[in-house]
Structure formats: C-alpha cells, structure tokens
C-alpha cells in the first residue's frame, strides 16, 4: 500500500514538473512573438512619424514662402495709389477718391491677412532664423504702431494684427497712402523683408526634399508644386 501511494504521489509531481514546463515554454514562444511586434510596431510608429514631420514641414515652409510672397503682391497694388509730387491740386479733387479709398481699404485687408499667417507659420516652425524673421517684422509694426492706429490697425500681444472695420474704412486717402502707398512706408519696409524670407523658404523647401525626396504637395491656391534638390542653404531646416 505504500509503495503504490508514494509510486502515485510520484506520478503526480511528474505531470505536475511537465505541465510547469509546458506553461514556461509557451510564456518564452509567446513573449518572443510579443517582443517581436512591439518592436515592429515601434519601427512603424517612428517611420509615420518622420513621414508626418517631413509632411508638417513642407506645408509651414509652403506656407511662408506663399504668403511672403502674397505681401509682396498686396504691396505693389497699394503703391499704384502713391501720391507723388506730381499730382497737381486739381487732378486731387477731380479724382474719384471714394473708389480709390474702397479699393485701397480691400487690399490692406488682405495684406492684414497674409501679414497674420506669415507671421504665424514663422512661429509653428521654429528655430533661429524663423524667430529672428519674426522679431524684424514686429519690429517694423512697432515702430509704425501710431501711425497703424490712425486707420484702425493694432497689433496684440502676440504680434499679429487686428482692424476695427470702423477706423479703416473711414480713414482718408491721405492717411492709407501714409502707412501702405509710400516708397519708404510702413508696408515698403515689411514687403522687402518678405523677399528675404520668400528666397529663404524656396531654399529650405529643396535642402527638405534632399532630405526626404522629391515633393509633389497641392498648394492652397489649388496648383501642384514640385520641388527639386540642390545646393544646400544657410537657411537651417527647423529654421
């Protein structure tokens, strides 16, 4: 009788020692697999993000490189109202000034517009040379800021602009010349900025697809653009 207990007993640890075995080989195999995909799935998740980054900054740089160049658009249509010497007192009151005023009130809407999304993608980018493009174009609407108020354009403490509709739309044409028609006005000063930054941007967008490969991005005004590699640029690619 003894002997069979303790042959029992003996076949009961032994299915117990095999089972232990069994459940030990499985949790390696099972934490191979495990490690396995994490690791995949890390791979996979450091690759969409570098895909997402290398997107990211192709759209901030098209941006910047668009609405420089809008500014500079904006710009050359307001100049058209340039008072010049010139212009004798009667051609001054023969004018149709009411339509000149309209019109030059729709064009520095739109420079306020693409003033604000410059400066903002400058801001998204980031680093030494988007940061100091910034402060220059600060620099420039704080120096005009009382001139700027006069037809009802202030400046928050962000650094972007805002209108009161009121004061614009009621400020003379004398006035709006002063601030966005003039050779060495306050928009004369922020349009020759935007060519620096506009050439900049082109750069960085050819140094990013070297990086990254050729780019074929749909632009906001609906067209396809395509950038190529070149030589390399100052112009740094965090900025």
């Given at each position: 009788?003894?002997?069979?207990?303790?042959?029992?007993?003996?076949?009961?640890?032994?299915?117990?020692?095999?089972?232990?075995?069994?459940?030990?080989?499985?949790?390696?195999?099972?934490?191979?697999?495990?490690?396995?995909?994490?690791?995949?799935?890390?791979?996979?998740?450091?690759?969409?993000?570098?895909?997402?980054?290398?997107?990211?900054?192709?759209?901030?740089?098209?941006?910047?490189?668009?609405?420089?160049?809008?500014?500079?658009?904006?710009?050359?249509?307001?100049?058209?109202?340039?008072?010049t010497d010139s212009t004798s007192d009667e051609d001054k009151?023969?004018?149709?000034?009411?339509?000149?005023?309209?019109?030059?009130?729709?064009?520095?809407?739109?420079?306020?517009?693409?003033?604000?999304?410059?400066?903002?993608?400058?801001?998204?980018?980031?680093?030494?040379?988007?940061t100091m493009f910034q402060k220059q174009l600060k620099t420039?609407?704080?120096?005009?800021?009382?001139?700027?108020?006069?037809?009802?354009?202030?400046?928050?403490?962000?650094?972007?602009?805002?209108?009161?509709?009121?004061?614009?739309?009621?400020?003379?044409?004398?006035?709006?010349?002063?601030?966005?028609?003039?050779?060495?006005?306050?928009?004369?000063?922020?349009?020759?900025?935007?060519?620096?930054?506009?050439?900049?941007?082109?750069?960085?967008?050819?140094?990013?697809?070297?990086?990254?490969?050729?780019?074929?991005?749909?632009s906001k005004y609906g067209t396809n653009s395509y950038y190529?590699?070149?030589?390399?640029?100052?112009?740094?690619?965090?900025?």
């Amino acid at each position: 009788m003894i002997m069979r207990i303790n042959s029992s007993r003996s076949s009961l640890a032994r299915a117990r020692m095999i089972r232990s075995a069994s459940r030990k080989a499985k949790a390696k195999a099972l934490g191979k697999k495990t490690s396995s995909s994490t690791r995949t799935n890390i791979t996979n998740r450091i690759s969409n993000s570098t895909a997402t980054t290398a997107s990211r900054q192709l759209s901030l740089y098209e941006d910047v490189e668009k609405y420089a160049k809008a500014l500079q658009t904006d710009v050359k249509n307001l100049a058209k109202y340039k008072e010049t010497d010139s212009t004798s007192d009667e051609d001054k009151t023969t004018q149709d000034t009411a339509t000149q005023q309209k019109e030059m009130v729709s064009y520095i809407k739109e420079f306020v517009t693409d003033y604000n999304e410059l400066y903002s993608s400058l801001g998204d980018i980031g680093g030494t040379t988007n940061t100091m493009f910034q402060k220059q174009l600060k620099t420039f609407t704080t120096a005009s800021l009382a001139d700027l108020k006069t037809v009802g354009i202030t400046m928050d403490t962000k650094g972007k602009l805002s209108i009161d509709t009121r004061t614009l739309e009621a400020a003379g044409v004398d006035k709006l010349q002063k601030v966005f028609a003039q050779s060495d006005s306050y928009a004369s000063k922020v349009s020759e900025k935007c060519e620096n930054i506009e050439s900049c941007a082109k750069t960085t967008l050819k140094v990013l697809d070297r990086m990254y490969g050729t780019q074929n991005t749909y632009s906001k005004y609906g067209t396809n653009s395509y950038y190529y590699g070149s030589s390399g640029s100052w112009y740094n690619t965090r900025g």
